[in-house]
T-cell receptor
């Protein structure tokens, strides 16, 4: 059974800093790894999807990497802004979409102005 | 593309009552998912439709829960005889699977329905 862990559970940094969020998964047989953002009381917004054959994906100030062999993914946020404050969730797709996604508990990020 | 919508956004009910939630996926998305999220946790998979066929159900989906997706468009999730432990955010997501047995694809989530059972 796939298990996903995210470290740290919470993070508070001053505006402008670069930061890294960590995600680990127990079963390396994944189709893809997805990162989402969730604002309080809201649904999830997709940020990046990394296919199992890929090493990284970039979107604007966000860069996600994937190391299947070690069961790890990282989300790098450059030049953080107060608007980046949210909970960031990673999710492993172990069934090609057929079994749903397995989520971590998320990292609650606060960017101090 | 208007995104995934869910209705209602909030529902308060008394224990023992039945509730029904609706999800309208992004048009032409052939896959639809239901998840449940409790405070401080990530979403947990409940069930999945490929077009109108319900192909997978989690062990979390007890026999009090039933989901349908008639005609492969919108979906409903019904909870019968609600219990206080059913209080959670119920999230719907949809995706477009282009290949059979493909690599998985981005799931797009709706705003969720927050259920409170008193």
């Amino acid at each position: 059974k796939q298990e996903v862990t995210q470290i740290p559970a919470a993070l508070s940094v001053p505006e402008g800093e670069n930061l890294v969020l960590n995600c680990s998964f127990t079963d390396s047989a994944i189709y893809n790894l997805q990162w989402f953002r969730q604002d309080p009381g809201k649904g999830l917004t997709s940020l990046l999807l990394i296919q199992s054959s890929q090493r990284e994906q970039t979107s604007g100030r966000l860069n996600a990497s994937l190391d299947k062999s070690s069961g790890r993914s990282t989300l790098y946020i450059a030049a953080s802004q107060p608007g980046d404050s949210a909970t960031y969730l990673c999710a492993a797709d172990s069934g090609g979409g057929a079994d749903g996604l397995t989520f971590g508990k998320g990292t609650h990020l606060i960017i101090q102005p | 593309d208007t995104g995934v919508s869910q209705d209602p956004r909030h529902k308060i009910t008394k224990r023992g009552q039945n509730v029904t939630f609706r999800c309208d996926p992004i048009s032409e998305h052939n896959r639809l998912y239901w998840y449940r999220q409790t405070l401080g946790q990530g979403p947990e998979f409940l069930t999945y439709f490929q077009n109108e066929a319900q192909l997978e159900k989690s062990r979390l989906l007890s026999d009090r829960f039933s989901a349908e997706r008639p005609k492969g468009s919108f979906s409903t999730l019904e909870i019968q005889r609600t219990e206080q432990g059913d209080s959670a955010m119920y999230l719907c997501a949809s995706s477009l699977a282009r290949l059979a047995g493909g690599l998985g694809e981005t799931q797009y989530f709706g705003p969720g329905t927050r259920l409170l059972v008193l």
